[in-house]
């Protein structure tokens, strides 16, 4: 129910992803909430002007929002987000409170997937910190841009949080337009 969605670099697509999937669940009917969990760099708050207008995250999980504030409707049925709020100093912090978890406890009993977008986990450690109250990840990886071992380097401190991977998306693949696969 609850997907970690994570990549080993910035600017892997891992946002685009993590929208896309949520929006694809709730064309089959499926109640989604998109989570921004990047307090330190969020791309849907830089880039999207509405998103700034509203309570985020951040807000919600240093009290100064509740719950009902920081969930947004989007202009598709089932789909709903959160977006990250305002850039705070203690990401990871936040991410270990109670308020945290119990906010996520009480999407997973709304909500048929709850998919979190998360920073790069080769950056930071906030992924693998949420990565402990997910169900599983997902690691966006970029093609010819990470190395392998930064792939593997992600991929072991996911397994140290003991949560699940389901698998990768490979993301910039460069198919050639005259290929047929």
Avoid: W
């Avoid at 598709?76 to 100093?89: K, L, R, T």
Wanted: overall charge neutral; proline content about 3%.
């Amino acid at each position: 129910k609850v997907i970690n969605i994570t990549s080993c670099d910035a600017n892997e697509g891992k946002t685009t992803v993590s929208l896309m999937l949520s929006k694809a669940l709730s064309d089959i009917n499926k109640k989604v909430i998109y989570v921004d969990c990047d307090l330190r760099k969020s791309v849907v708050s830089s880039n999207y002007s509405n998103a700034r207008s509203v309570k985020g995250l951040s807000e919600y999980l240093t009290g100064l929002g509740k719950k009902e504030e920081v969930i947004c409707s989007t202009q598709y049925e089932n789909f709903d987000i959160i977006v990250s709020g305002p850039h705070c100093p203690n990401p990871v912090d936040l991410m270990m409170g109670e308020r945290f978890a119990e906010l996520l406890n009480s999407l997973k009993e709304e909500y048929d997937y709850v998919i979190i977008d998360t920073p790069p986990l080769g950056l930071v450690i906030d992924s693998a910190v949420i990565a402990k109250y997910c169900d599983a990840a997902v690691m966006v990886i970029s093609a010819g841009r990470v190395r392998y071992r930064q792939a593997k380097h992600t991929k072991v401190q996911l397994e140290k949080s003991g949560c699940k991977i389901l698998g990768a998306v490979l993301n910039f693949s460069g198919m050639r337009g005259d290929s047929y696969y």
